[in-house]
């Protein structure tokens, strides 16, 4: 008798949780400290209902699972993000979209493909944003969880908002691009500190390609166009719409921060592809961006040519040095070790940082990670928190302790799932003391599956929430 193949991505603790919960009093292992207030918010694909064909983990509905620390206590809740989908395939009970592994659909649908807001999140003017890089954020109150709505900028909006766009934490703007399928594919905006959209520039390059993240310093913003490609006439030809094309370089765009097609210069370095920078600053004449590179990737099923690359979706960490005087491009491996979700204290984002943080990779197929690395960029070291055998997490992010002065000083935060009690909790780790034991450990009462990107919210900007 046959069986039916279990889609890993619907499996174990990346499996979807449907029950969305309030718990007032929540567990604590250790002891949380006392200076330790606010709200840490993950993000996260949780189909609603059984999708429909070929399931990849990007495909699910954002789901936000939120826990709010105060006074040594915590409290924890998920809600979905009520984006228009949702409440569409809510309505009649049954998912209604397919995913990015099947053809776009030719129906009655609002769109050929879903918003599903499920990637990252980011504060900004005193509101927090749920991300997907193929549309519009949604706008999200907290400590609630409660979606508001499309965020579009007093309809100024004109473009899809990336997953990741960056706040400089001296001027309070932000920074954003979005990119698509038909010219111009990239467009580049600046956000006022009061969240008023000042600008938007198309940059030019030469075909649509995936661009996930990118990197601001303190005077430059930098794109990315690499080699992961999508072309209307590939398919067509009933080849790949999305391919990695190993012969072509990768791109890298310096372009000041009011600056526009015009003024933007273009860098080459062998092909790779980047899901996630760390940072990005000035040094003399030079523009320095540190990033997890990986060889190759094959996401999404895209096809690797003839050549099977053994490096395809091992991401390492590394840094890029651009003279922009000279035009010189260096490139170097900054660790061997596979790790991907770099994180920084973002009080300094955009500036020369001593220390960061990555999510270390385990070994197998699937994207499980089982500790956290802290990199020494100054000394060239690195130290590792390891959550324990059977145990993973995820991104962790850094929460500076209010009137630090240090840099490291502060904690990393981040869900870990334990495969054997099968059990989650919040894991709050010393970032001074990386290699010891957690601080504190808080204990969540359901299952939280493994996801994406997660943000802190300060007890003051939970005040300020609008």
Wanted: charged residues 25%.
């Amino acid at each position: 008798m046959a069986t039916t193949k279990v889609n890993p991505y619907l499996d174990g603790n990346f499996a979807p949780v449907r029950e969305e919960s309030t718990v007032n009093t929540l567990e604590v292992i250790g002891e949380l400290p006392p200076d330790l207030s606010g709200m840490f918010v993950r993000n996260g694909p949780n189909p609603q209902w059984t999708p429909i064909g070929k399931y990849h983990w990007f495909d699910g509905d954002g789901m936000l699972h939120g826990v709010r620390i105060s006074n040594g206590k915590a409290t924890y809740r998920n809600r979905y993000v009520r984006t228009k989908a949702w409440k569409i395939e809510n309505e009649v009970s049954k998912a209604v979209w397919t995913g990015l592994l099947e053809p776009p659909q030719k129906n009655s649908l609002p769109k050929p493909m879903k918003n599903p807001a499920n990637t990252a999140l980011v504060w900004h003017a005193g509101q927090l944003l749920a991300l997907w890089e193929g549309g519009a954020p949604h706008a999200i109150r907290v400590p609630e969880l409660k979606t508001i709505g499309e965020y579009t900028y007093n309809g100024k909006l004109i473009s899809a908002v990336t997953a990741h766009p960056k706040v400089d934490p001296v001027t309070g703007e932000m920074m954003f691009f979005g990119y698509g399928f038909a010219p111009p594919y990239v467009q580049y905006s600046v956000v006022s500190p009061e969240g008023e959209l000042l600008q938007t520039e198309p940059i030019d390059i030469p075909m649509a390609v995936m661009m996930h993240d990118f990197a601001i310093t303190e005077d430059y913003t930098i794109f990315m166009d690499l080699p992961l490609t999508f072309s209307k006439e590939r398919m067509k030809r009933g080849e790949p719409m999305m391919k990695f094309e190993r012969d072509k370089p990768s791109r890298f765009g310096i372009v000041p921060r009011y600056g526009n097609n015009s003024n933007i210069r273009w860098f080459e370095s062998p092909a790779c592809y980047i899901f996630h920078t760390l940072n990005a600053y000035e040094e003399g004449d030079e523009v320095v961006l540190i990033a997890c590179r990986m060889n190759s990737t094959t996401v999404l099923d895209v096809p690797q040519d003839t050549h099977i690359d053994s490096q395809a979706d091992i991401p390492r960490l590394h840094r890029w040095r651009f003279n922009v005087k000279t035009g010189k491009v260096s490139e170097e491996m900054l660790d061997d070790i596979a790790s991907e979700f770099p994180r920084i204290n973002e009080n300094l984002l955009g500036q020369k940082t001593r220390y960061g943080y990555t999510a270390k990779a385990a070994k197998g197929s699937m994207p499980l990670f089982e500790g956290i690395i802290k990199y020494d960029l100054s000394a060239g070291k690195s130290e590792t928190h390891a959550f324990g055998r059977g145990r993973y997490g995820g991104e962790a992010v850094f929460v500076p302790r209010p009137g630090a002065k240090d840099e490291d000083d502060g904690w990393l935060v981040t869900f870990v799932y334990d495969t054997v009690e099968e059990t989650s909790e919040l894991v709050v780790v010393n970032a001074q003391d990386i290699t010891g034991e957690p601080v504190a450990r808080v204990l969540i009462p359901q299952r939280v599956p493994y996801g994406f990107h997660g943000a802190w919210v300060s007890e003051e900007q939970l005040k300020a929430s609008v």
